[in-house]
């Protein structure tokens, strides 16, 4: 029998499999025809608090939006900076400067590509209003010496766990907690790709604060809690109730879903460890790791060979970042040069994301690591 061709995500096999669920729950709102604010809204809601732990859970249209709108609920602005790392997804940037702040970059640690705390207190100034930690890849950053300095600073924490939901987080006196739940606010995107995807884009925002909670609510309802009131300017940010419903569904299976990705990395690291020119994902003293990505570090400058002799072999792959954010052109103005963060360049130059899904196949990943084994140096 012929092995199914890799992809970097299988999000047909994964539908396939739950499939008389979704769709009981896609039909139950094509009957009920309330595709904006319906009762599956709320439910999902509610279960995400009780998966996640947070008090309160507002649901948005996409991760961009739920960064987007914890920054205006925090009231942070022109004038303002935010401290986040250049090695990310554009969206925390972006969210920064459309609110009109500055993004303040720190460098990533070679470790585990989140910031690197060590770095942390220089980026601080009296403008200094927020820090957005990105838990990348499914680990969560060193939340404990960031909430701690922010802490003494006065400035709050806005996680980005778009790619981490479900990470748990050790703290020194034993207590754990989840990606997201950490910080002053903590935002989640349920883009197809992400480890909780739904069919099109979604988002959530959490916070134990009630106040903060009532803001983000009101910004992502136009300014309004009372319908024709708006008692200042807001997003039109919703899930749709349809990827409510999704999502309800599928977060049943999330714990399924991260073990299938825990045993994928298993099997690459077992498979992959003896090979001196390549580095895997470290595993952190404080953080679990849910893969969102399996990324690799290519040495010796051979990271686009490796690509190409994959894509020869018909094994996708991708590169999570190929520019960091700040040598991008539409960050220009923030006057960054190359070798201002010299982690972060390198690991663009470096990094390769391996296929990682749910339905990955022994035979596939075997047939991928036999192929990586046999890349002529
Ligand atoms: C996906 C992602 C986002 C944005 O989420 P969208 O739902 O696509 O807007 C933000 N930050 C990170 C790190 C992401 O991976």
């Known amino acids: 029998m012929k092995m199914n061709p890799i992809q970097m995500v299988d999000l047909k096999s994964q539908y396939l499999r739950i499939k008389p669920e979704i769709d009981a729950a896609i039909q139950h709102v094509l009957d009920s025809t309330a595709f904006i604010q319906g009762a599956p809204v709320k439910e999902f809601e509610e279960s995400l608090s009780q998966y996640t732990g947070n008090k309160y859970v507002i649901s948005c ?6 960064l987007t709108a914890a920054l205006m609920a925090l009231e942070i602005g022109p004038g303002d900076e935010v401290v986040t790392t250049p090695f990310t997804f554009i969206a925390t940037v972006e969210a920064i400067a459309l609110v009109g702040a500055k993004p303040v970059f720190v460098d990533v640690c070679e470790e585990t590509f989140t910031l690197d705390v060590n770095r942390l207190e220089s980026a601080i100034t009296p403008k200094t209003k927020a820090i957005i930690p990105v838990h990348l890849y499914g680990q969560c950053a060193d939340m404990e010496p960031i909430l701690n300095i922010a802490n003494q600073h006065n400035i709050r ?7 981490a939901i479900g990470t748990e987080y050790h703290f020194a006196d034993g207590s754990v907690k989840q990606a997201g739940t950490m910080g002053t606010v903590g935002c989640l995107s349920f883009f197809p790709s992400k480890n909780l995807g739904c069919f099109g884009d979604g988002g959530a925002l959490m916070t134990n604060d009630a106040d903060l909670a009532g803001k983000l609510r009101s910004i992502c309802r136009h300014g309004s809690s009372e319908r024709y009131h708006h008692e200042r300017i807001g997003l039109n940010s919703r899930l749709d109730t349809l990827q409510a ?14 073990t299938a990705r825990k045993e994928a990395a298993t099997y690459y690291h077992a498979a992959l460890s003896d090979l001196d020119w390549l580095s895997l994902p470290a595993s952190s003293p404080y953080s679990t790791h849910t893969y969102h990505q399996f990324t690799v570090r290519v040495k010796n400058g051979r990271r686009d060979a490796l690509k190409q002799h994959l894509a020869d072999k018909g094994i ?19 006057n960054h040069h190359k070798g201002d963060f010299p982690m972060a360049e390198q690991l663009c130059e470096e990094v390769l994301s391996l296929p990682m899904h749910t339905e990955l196949t022994k035979e596939q990943l075997d047939y991928i690591c036999h192929t990586i084994k046999n890349f002529p140096l």
């Open 157 to 163: 924490v806005i996680e980005d766990a778009c790619q």
């Open 245 to 258: 419903a999704i999502l309800t569904v599928k977060l049943d299976h999330l714990q399924e879903y991260i």
């Open 61 to 66: 249209g996409n991760g961009t939006d739920a």
């Open 316 to 334: 996708p792959s991708a590169i999570y970042y190929p520019v960091p954010a700040h040598l991008q052109p539409a960050y220009a103005s923030l």
